[in-house]
């Protein structure tokens, strides 16, 4: 690959509807080549499924694409609302048709419960202009509350976790790997337990781009703290900087 150029992808065996691109850089700050960075964050499908205003931020993003106004798409969390205070919300469905059962049927549901919300995900990013988007820029992820269940790893919710919570959390951890880990890191999905940590940080030429966890680790990791950082965070910050 060569720096500035852009470059069109096409799949084999999968009927594509959609015209998928991705454009290099050199990384050099440098007047004329500075790269064009766009930080999304929040997206609930069911209020813009619909729309087709460029009031959306999807839609603008969309419209920018034409000319060549963005480079890379950083999402700081909410990529997707499985959990709301609707009742409709995927984990409100699925909290009423497994939690009637006994535990045995829970984890003979796994596959469904996270096929559930591979569908979530689906949607989504399937909204037309969603999809043209990252569809033609490179994405870096990380997940907030709402890709797991409202308040997760929260300071006020630490030590409030349901039966059913925890059981949830188990299977949008797998499917948050699956769709939005995986566009830096390749994951040894059959075995999660050996991943560590959440955060992740990029070196790109002239400049270094770190992502934060304030959720996964409070849950996943035992940093039980109030600090946006913790210990581990902390370190992993400090070796990037140095």
């Known amino acids: 690959l060569q720096s500035g150029v852009k470059y ?5 065996g999968v ?37 087709t205003s460029r009031e959306d931020l999807w839609n603008d993003l969309a419209y920018r694409l034409g000319s060549e106004q963005i480079d890379y798409l950083l999402h ?9 205070k609707s009742k409709h919300s995927v984990y409100h469905r699925m909290e009423t048709k497994i939690t009637s059962h006994p535990f045995d049927f829970w984890y003979k549901s796994i596959e ?17 202009c ?23 790893g929260s300071v006020e ?27 830096w890191e390749d994951v040894a999905l059959e075995d999660i337990s050996k991943i560590s940590a959440d955060h992740h940080s990029h070196v790109l030429g002239d400049f270094g781009i770190f992502f934060l966890d304030t959720r996964m680790m ?15 965070q902390w370190q992993s910050l400090e070796s990037a900087l140095s």
């Open 76 to 84: 700081l969390g909410c990529q997707v609302c499985l959990s709301s």
């Open 218 to 232: 409070r849950k996943w990791y035992n940093e039980s703290t109030t600090s946006h950082f913790g210990v581990n």
């Open 157 to 183: 919710g630490e030590n409030k976790e349901s039966p059913w919570n925890f059981f949830w959390s188990q299977q949008a951890r797998v499917v948050y790997y699956e769709y939005q880990r995986q566009l």
């Open 112 to 128: 469904t419960v996270r096929e559930e919300i591979r569908k979530e995900y689906r949607l989504t990013w399937g909204h037309p």
């Open 15 to 51: 009927d594509c509807t959609v015209e998928s691109s991705f454009r290099t850089f050199s990384g050099r700050l440098k007047e004329g080549n500075s790269p064009k960075i766009v930080a999304i964050s929040g997206n609930d499908i069911s209020l813009n499924k619909y729309s």
């Open 130 to 152: 969603a999809r043209k988007v990252l569809a033609n820029v490179p994405s870096l992820m990380i997940a907030g509350e709402h890709e797991i269940h409202r308040c997760f």
């Open 8 to 12: 069109n992808v096409s799949i084999r």
